[in-house]
């Protein structure tokens, strides 16, 4: 989990500094002269935000950057200015000839063109964006990335408590934000803001046992020759801080939306808005990475739901008593991770050599979080990788076994360590495709049923299942916020597949309902990678190797699949 912004928030000054990388001539080596400008706008942005650039660099100034301010970034926008900061960009970008670039420079000038043309159109819809989704909203995600902050030295300390301080300051800007959405009638239905308050509310009650100051006083102690009152200073600061600053920031934070109650008149999809159609048809291309229109995702879509269905009838018809057997699995997380492992090396290219953490969810923020989640490390450090379970979601058995694989071998940590590992342009670290990511991950995820202790019909059974329901929430997704769809349908939708618990489709609804596209990113992007993949079998004929297609795709890295697919197929 990393912080991405899908939106320049870019100040006078840095549309001056983009005005000057703009003017980069081209000298005789055009290799040299793009780095240069992908570090220019690597170092622009990186600093923009200090938690990106915190959780990016471990040591900024080998990258050039020395001074930056301590800061969250803003929600406070101007659409004039960050159009033409975009344009700016575009402009620089545009003066190199692809042709005249290196193989890896012609990738990057590809994505970064995508990307660009991307923002523009972020930037035409910027009111639609929602920021506090209950699940992946900035609220919601803040104080883990803050308790994974991680202090080196005095130096670091004494930049998160400043960065702290700056909480309100954030947290009242968005606040404004939400207020803007409100007044042009685009603002989240009270259903949504009641989640939103209830988790602001909830992390305010934490009182003395807030992990934010047990954390802390954890890594100050891990600070090398940090004498001891220094220490004591540090951790009596955060005390002070987060009860003058965070605790009253959140506090604030829930009476706007509070506040803000009732103004939200759209308790369904998407598509009820004012050009809500056209703001959800973006809003998938942009998190899955496919240029496909919503009709042909619909159909790419349920192709692969029959495909699946007609898989788990052949399993059955030859296995009736299949589904009595067990999917027991005891080992620990760790020793689960060092198993897949071992395991991939027969279909994947050799893993980098890192090290993994298993660490768990405050209880306190179970109920609000994903059952797991990947936090991506420096890419100038990235043989330290953390991965976070939430014992508030029932993750056992085979559950536990395939989300590890999602999140550690073959999936996240895998993905991001092997790219790291190829030295790439340090602004495709930058460069946020959810949809190459996620679907990877759900790639991974699919296949680790094979690498499981369960037989082959088992594994298949379990995994076509797995595979089918994640295309009936891809299907209720569009549904919603798309065709417009009401509770009722979706749980006739559900009801045609045998799934009639209500209670449990409602909930679907009002999860998906607030997260517009959240489950689109992983499903078609797992689909994409597998139509992908059925191209490149055709292309490569008798000489298909899966181990090749898996390290062709690594190598190309995140990037939109139209991209993807010129480096792999075209």
């Avoid at 620089?92 to 420079?105: G, Q, R, V």
């Avoid at 797991?372 to 890419?379: C, D, E, K, T």
Wanted: hydrophobic content about 35%; proline content about 4%; some cysteine.
């Amino acid at each position: 989990m990393k912080i991405h912004k899908k939106f320049l928030f870019l100040t006078l000054a840095c549309i001056i500094f983009i005005t000057a990388c703009s003017k980069i001539s081209i000298p005789t080596n055009a290799n040299t002269a793009f780095r240069n400008f992908t570090l220019c706008f690597f170092q622009q942005e990186v600093a923009s935000n200090t938690i990106n650039l915190h959780y990016s660099l471990q040591e900024p100034a080998k990258y050039g950057i020395v001074e930056y301010p301590v800061t969250l970034g803003s929600y406070d926008m101007s659409e004039v200015s960050a159009l033409a900061s975009i344009e700016n960009w575009e402009s620089a970008l545009h003066k190199f000839s692809p042709n005249s670039l290196s193989e890896e420079n012609k990738l990057t000038y590809d994505i970064l063109s995508h990307y660009f043309k991307t923002l523009r159109q972020d930037v035409s819809y910027h009111l639609y964006q929602e920021p506090l989704s209950p699940i992946t909203g900035v609220h919601a995600q803040l104080p883990v990335l803050l308790a994974e902050y991680q202090l080196n030295n005095q130096k670091d300390a004494e930049t998160y408590l400043s960065l702290l301080k700056t909480l309100p300051n954030y947290f009242a800007s968005l606040a404004r934000f939400e207020q803007q959405k409100s007044s042009v009638g685009l603002f989240m239905s009270d259903a949504v803001a009641d989640e939103v308050i209830a988790q602001c509310n909830a992390f305010v009650a934490m009182g003395d046992e807030n992990y934010l100051l047990s954390t802390f006083e954890e890594r100050v102690g891990n600070i090398e020759k940090l004498p001891t009152e220094d220490q004591k200073k540090l951790i009596q600061e955060n005390r002070d801080t987060i009860k003058s600053f965070v605790l009253p920031a959140y506090e604030s934070l829930a009476g706007s939306i509070a506040s803000l109650k009732g103004t939200g008149t759209n308790t369904q999809g998407l598509c009820k808005f004012p050009e809500g159609k056209e703001y959800y048809s973006h809003l998938v291309a942009s998190e899955t990475g496919s240029n496909r229109t919503i009709s042909e995702l619909k159909e790419l879509i349920n192709a692969q739901i029959l495909s699946d269905l007609q898989d788990s009838r052949n399993v059955l018809s030859e296995d009736p008593n299949i589904l009595e057997e067990t999917d027991s699995i005891t080992e620990s997380p760790e020793t689960i991770l060092q198993s897949l492992q071992s395991k991939i090396s027969k279909a994947f290219p050799s893993s980098a050599e890192v090290n993994v953490n298993v660490k768990y969810v405050p209880t306190a923020l179970e109920e609000y979080l994903s059952p797991a989640f990947y936090l991506i490390p420096a890419i100038d450090n990235f043989s330290e990788n953390t991965i976070y379970i939430n014992q508030g979601h029932s993750l056992t058995d085979i559950n536990l076994f395939t989300t590890l694989a999602h999140e550690g071998y073959p999936g996240h940590l895998y993905q991001t360590t092997y790219f790291a590992n190829t030295d790439p342009d340090p602004v495709r670290s930058l460069l946020n495709y959810s949809g190459y990511v996620e679907g990877w991950a759900t790639y991974a995820e699919m296949c680790s049923y094979y690498l499981s202790p369960l037989s082959k019909p088992h594994a298949s059974l379990l995994q076509k299942n797995n595979s089918i329901i994640l295309g009936l929430y891809a299907v209720a997704d569009i549904g919603i916020h798309y065709d417009g769809w009401s509770l009722e349908d979706t749980v006739e939708h559900f009801a045609t597949y045998g799934i009639d618990d209500e209670a449990v489709i409602a909930d679907i609804y009002n999860y998906i309902l607030g997260d517009p596209a959240n489950y689109l990113k992983y499903y078609v992007g797992y689909v994409e990678i597998l139509e992908l993949k059925k191209d490149y079998m055709k292309q490569q004929g008798e000489d298909f190797s899966q181990k090749e297609f898996h390290k062709e795709l690594l190598e190309v890295g995140p990037a939109p699949f139209e991209v993807v697919r010129k480096y792999m197929i075209e």
